[in-house]
């Protein structure tokens, strides 16, 4: 097993993601609990040490299963990260009572890393308004009194988004959870993220690197050219090489869900072989090419911006279509636009064409405006 160093302490470049643990029936409710204990014990003997479970995974019974797994050990040999739900506005109010839950669900008595879960457009106000819901002042509170031993953030949410909370919030925070992969480097503003990031000394945890299985297997011509350079390396390692290869991170997290994925998981991280500048140079490539099919090449110009009669912010609702259909649908769109005044939103565009006469890429921004209306 790969380590990494973090505030004194060795972690396992691979982290146990507990979202998608076996299901029964193919209820995600319904935990298959032999299957999951199984795969923790494989786990813990390959070295994994670090185990990610959240409030809401599983219809609230992941942390409940992870805490029967994880009570067969020795508190000492692990550590256990969950997030307080803000994703949610009907948590806002309820940080004490779900953290107090949190930790019987678990049987713990401390949290070894705790999160403000899935920072974004739609909940930012509410977790910076200290005043109104004391969700931060809460949680220094149980850092301070040794119940939280480590705190961070997931975020979902823009540029913008995580800027504010950094301003706000960034020098308290040890660690962020961030989409990161291949694609999203460019596609998500990834390496923009974690460069901001880096200037608070903030070391990145990953989750989906794989893209939701995605980067899992590639059009035969993208493995045609990665087989050419690692002739002996899976499709699926090449989106773990890629993020072993970025100094920023620390944690790699993998939401398994059978004992194949665990272990295939497993093979990967036995040996740090880090991607040299030809290999990263051609990955970056394929991804690019990848992105190209059925998204739109906006260039974020802003030339269209200035002649919308509504004001849209069209490169950034461009940038969301593209995430829409890249995903095939999803909540990263739909959460972001549900932040926005309804006269904000794809909906408002009149279709006069005006942003098209100045468009330099010649996009036909009514038309893909309204696909996006009709998709959503």
């Not at 160093?5 to 691979?14: R, T, V, Y």
């Not at 979902?156 to 992969?181: I, P, T, W």
């Not at 299985?213 to 990665?226: F, M």
């Not at 991170?249 to 036995?270: A, C, D, H, P, Y």
């Amino acid at each position: 097993m790969i380590y990494r160093d973090f505030n004194g302490i060795k972690l396992s470049a691979l982290g146990f993601g507990a979202m998608r643990l076996p299901v029964i029936d193919k209820d995600d409710s319904r935990i298959d609990e032999k299957s999951a204990l199984d795969m923790v014990d494989i786990a813990m003997k390959s070295g994994i040490n670090y185990y990610d479970t959240a409030w809401g995974y599983h219809g609230e019974n992941s942390e409940l299963v992870m805490g029967k797994a994880l009570a067969r050990y020795p508190r000492e040999s692990f550590y256990v990260a969950t997030k307080f739900p803000g994703y949610d506005p009907s948590n806002w109010n309820r940080v004490e009572e779900i953290f107090e839950r949190q930790l019987e669900k678990l049987g713990l008595e401390y949290f070894d890393f705790y999160l403000f879960h899935n920072v974004c457009e739609m909940n930012i106000d509410a977790y910076l308004d200290d005043e109104k819901y004391g969700i931060y002042s809460y949680l220094m509170k149980q850092k301070r009194n040794g119940r939280i031993r480590h705190l961070g953030f997931s975020c979902h949410g823009s540029m913008s988004v995580l800027q504010r909370f950094l301003s706000a919030y960034g020098k308290d925070m040890e660690f962020c959870q961030l989409q990161l992969n291949y694609l999203d480097w460019t596609f998500q503003s990834g390496r923009e993220k974690v460069e901001l990031l880096e200037g608070y000394g903030i070391p990145v945890w990953v989750m989906e690197p794989l893209r939701g299985g995605k980067l899992a297997s590639l059009a035969p011509e993208h493995e045609a050219r990665l087989k050419a350079l690692r002739p002996d390396e899976e499709i699926p390692a090449w989106a773990f090489r890629f993020l072993l290869s970025i100094p920023a991170v620390t944690m790699i997290l993998s939401g398994m869900s059978n004992m194949e994925q665990l272990e295939k998981n497993l093979e990967t991280f036995r040996e740090d072989r880090r991607l040299d500048d030809e290999e990263m140079k051609t990955l970056l490539d394929v991804a690019q090419r990848m992105l190209s099919v059925g998204t739109v090449p906006c260039t974020a110009c802003h030339y269209c911006v200035s002649h919308c009669p509504q004001g849209l912010d069209i490169p950034e609702l461009i940038s969301l279509y593209n995430e829409h259909v890249y995903t095939g649908g999803g909540f990263i769109a739909p959460m972001a636009l549900a932040a926005l005044p309804e006269e904000k939103r794809p909906q408002a565009c009149l279709q006069c064409r005006s942003c098209e006469q100045v468009c330099p890429q010649q996009i036909k921004i009514s038309e893909v405006l309204a696909d996006f209306s009709a998709r959503l």
